[in-house]
C-alpha cells in the first residue's frame, strides 16, 4: 500500500474476500487469509492465524476492535487496533482508539487519536538505566 518493498515483504494469502462499497455487517468478522474492507463493520475484525491481512480502503469504516498479525489501514476506526506483527497507517487513516503494534509504519496525513504503544514479541518493558550522579568534589 505504501511502498513496494513492503508489499513484496507482505504474507501472500490464495484466500482473499472482499466486503465491497455500500455493504454494512453489524456482528464480529473472523478470517483467515486476506479481508479487503471497501465497506463498514460494526463490530469487531478478527484476523485468525499468523499470516491473516486486514486491508482498509478509504471508503472502510470499523466500528469496533481490530485484532489482526497484518493490517493495512487508509479508512476510518472507532476502536481499538492490536497488529501483534506489523501495522501501516496510509495518509487517509483516521484511528479513534489505542493502536498496539510489532512493527509500525505510518504516512504523513494518518491520524490517531488515542494511545500507541509498541508491543514487541516479549511484550516486557524495559527500564532504563539510572543516571550517573556526579559529586560536587569529581566536578571542582
Known sequence: ML????????????ETS?????????????????????GRIEGSVLG????????????GQVQGEVRVPHAMINGQVTGDIYAS?????????????????????MAAGAQVNGRMAHQGEDHVQRELPAPEVRSEAATA
Open 85 to 105: 506483527e506489523r501495522l501501516e497507517l496510509a495518509a487517509q487513516a483516521r484511528i479513534v482508539g489505542d493502536v498496539r503494534y510489532n512493527s509500525l509504519e
Open 3 to 14: 511502498s513496494r518493498k513492503r508489499n513484496e515483504s507482505a504474507p501472500r494469502n490464495a
Open 18 to 38: 472482499l466486503i465491497a462499497h455500500g455493504t454494512i455487517i453489524r456482528g464480529d468478522v473472523r478470517f483467515t487469509g486476506t479481508l479487503h474492507l471497501d
Open 48 to 59: 485468525e492465524g499468523s499470516s491473516a491481512v486486514f486491508t482498509l480502503s478509504e471508503h
